[in-house]
């Protein structure tokens, strides 16, 4: 089993920035891929971006593209997000997730551990 805990959430501006780091501890030899979903209130948890531990290949959500960039740090079993641009509609519960390879990473079925998650809350 993976652990992960994120962290950096909080509240911000609409337009504003903010970074999200998940540290990953445990048996992350089984990680391949590392996802960040995010469930708002009254809606279904989806895929926003992805990341290789191996190669640093990236995927994202049409949502997000040219607004979140996703990037890792494999010496400190981490992975960031930032987070540009923000909008009210990017209020939701963010959580990171590990995958083995092999795996469909766009859904949350794909994906074996996963996180607390954290708040963040954009104002208008």
């Known amino acids: 089993q993976v652990q992960l805990v994120e962290s950096g959430g909080g509240l911000v501006q609409a337009g504003g920035s903010l970074r999200l780091s998940c540290a990953a501890s445990g048996r992350t030899s089984r990680s391949y891929y590392m996802g960040w979903f995010r469930q708002a209130p009254g809606k279904e948890r989806e895929f926003v971006a992805g990341i290789s531990w191996s190669y640093g290949a990236t995927y994202y959500a049409d949502s997000v593209k040219g607004r979140f960039t996703i990037s890792r740090d494999n010496a400190k079993n981490t992975v960031y997000r930032q987070m540009n641009s923000r909008e009210p509609e990017d209020t939701a519960v963010y959580y990171c997730?590990?995958?083995?390879?092999?795996?469909?990473?766009?859904?949350?079925?794909?994906?074996?551990?996963w996180g607390q998650g954290t708040q963040v809350t954009v104002s208008s």
């Open positions: 997730a590990t995958a083995p390879a092999g795996r469909v990473i766009s859904t949350s079925s794909g994906y074996d551990d």
